[in-house]
């Protein structure tokens, strides 16, 4: 769902649906990408067992001619995303790879927080009224993410869930948006077990 009309139809479409036919615990639909949508909708957005799957970095993929493309306007209301967390949305971040490379979660976060390219540009950033917090950022990639799979067996760290973390070189929460660019990944570790080690992988290299 990227445009206004295909966001609107599925929006309408799953609150109908889950009105008839509820899901069970723990399952839910997932939007994937919602980038040109009316304002309007918002109020859709906060339904039971609904997950709006969004990637921070589509962000940046041609900003430039966005007034172009589907006019001033509609450009200035594009990838809402701190619109969907004010209107009680559950959001998903995902780096949207294989399709898009390169783009790591940290970077996504970035994206969502900075809504700039690394570069800083532009300035004032993208549609500047949408940027959020970290924190916010950072449960979208973990939690909210797994519940877009409607998995609860990852997303957080407690008993019951598996193993797959990573550790990184500073606390991202107290972080400014240029600070998020110089964190690294120190170790990651896949099913309990080590994966990576930033001190290992040095001495690998040299």
Do not use: W
């Amino acid at each position: 769902t990227i445009g206004d009309q295909a966001i609107h139809q599925a929006l309408s479409f799953f609150n109908e649906s889950h009105a008839r036919f509820p899901l069970s615990a723990g399952k839910n639909n997932t939007l994937e990408h919602l980038e040109v949508m009316d304002p309007a909708d918002l109020s859709l957005v906060a339904q039971d067992n609904l997950v709006l799957s969004v990637q921070p970095s589509h962000l940046l993929v041609g900003y430039e001619t966005l007034d172009e493309e589907v006019g001033p306007q509609r450009a200035s209301q594009m990838f809402p995303f701190q619109s969907f967390f004010a209107h009680d949305a559950v959001v998903a971040f995902g780096t949207d790879s294989p399709v898009v490379i390169d783009v790591s979660p940290l970077d996504s976060i970035y994206y969502a927080v900075a809504r700039k390219e690394k570069n800083g540009s532009p300035v004032e950033g993208l549609m500047p009224s949408e940027v959020m917090n970290v924190a916010d950022a950072l449960v979208a990639h973990t939690a909210d993410a797994a519940r877009a799979l409607s998995r609860q067996d990852i997303g957080s760290i407690k008993v019951g869930q598996l193993a797959d973390l990573c550790i990184l070189s500073k606390n991202i929460l107290s972080l400014s948006e240029k600070e998020l660019l110089e964190v690294e990944v120190t170790a990651t570790i896949f099913n309990g077990a080590f994966v990576y080690q930033k001190d290992e992988a040095s001495q690998q290299n040299s």
